[in-house]
């Protein structure tokens, strides 16, 4: 049986890994190394001035008092003495799409496994409220299945995106170049004191064909093949008068 390690960044106790555990016991043996609380948004950051600790949630299960980056080093250096056939992270409540993949924790749980040359996926589904997280937790089976057949080249994740609360096909795509817009909104609390609130409006509208959103919009599954070399290779060249 293959060995699949899980992790997320809603936490140990989130439905969606929850959801992705099950789907995932059915053709795998399950380890889940996941924070301890939630830790949306922490990208790929790493804990360096606290020392943080883990605690057992159940057979196979540990939460760690850190963000996703923390648990997949712990995980892959410390707490399994085995390397994973695959790491899967998710099921992320609310889509990972265009530039939010360098904000997201579920990505960067997925990129921790890449890093270490294992096939990784992050899986999230379009919704964050009253969540049917079955059809992702069945398409991650599938999507899972395939990978470990198949494999990955060393240090690629999937990044897959799950319209709610259903899909009609998969489209292989690239990230969105379209930036979201951040809104903060002011707000009172009981004292009359100003707070402010982030809102994010979606460009889904002009999505440019290929893209994430343009998939996801259009009620397909997204698969976006992610590498995590940031350079514009493109550009070195053109950029060499720098050195005089």
Not at 60 to 89: E, H
Not at 161 to 175: D, E, K, R
Not at 218 to 241: M, W
Request: hydrophobic share 40%; proline share 7%.
């Amino acid at each position: 049986m293959p060995r699949i390690l899980i992790t997320n960044d809603d936490g140990i106790s989130a439905p969606g890994i929850h959801a992705l555990e099950a789907s995932l016991a059915r053709i795998g043996d399950v380890y889940t190394v996941a924070p301890l609380y939630e830790q949306s948004a922490a990208s790929r950051r790493i804990t360096l001035r606290k020392p943080f600790r883990y605690e057992m949630h159940g057979k196979n299960r540990y939460a760690v008092d850190g963000t996703p980056a923390d648990c997949g080093m712990m995980a892959l250096t410390l707490l399994l003495d085995f390397k994973p056939d695959l790491v899967v992270s998710g099921i992320n409540n609310g889509p990972n799409l265009g530039e939010n993949v360098y904000y997201s924790g579920t990505v960067a749980g997925a990129a921790e496994g890449a890093k270490y040359g294992i096939p990784a996926i992050a899986m999230s589904v379009n919704q964050r409220v009253d969540i049917d997280y079955g059809p992702a937790a069945d398409f991650a089976m599938k999507i899972a299945l395939r990978t470990l057949e198949h494999g990955l080249p060393a240090g690629i994740a999937l990044n897959v995106n799950v319209p709610h609360p259903s899909y009609h096909g998969v489209a292989i795509t690239h990230q969105s170049g379209r930036l979201s817009r951040n809104l903060m909104i002011e707000t009172q609390d009981p004292y009359g004191r100003p707070y402010y609130w982030m809102h994010e409006e979606i460009p889904v509208h002009d999505a440019e064909p290929g893209s994430d959103y343009a998939a996801v919009r259009d009620g397909k599954v997204s698969i976006t093949p992610l590498r995590f070399d940031h350079t514009a290779h493109d550009l070195i060249e053109s950029l060499r008068g720098f050195e005089e």
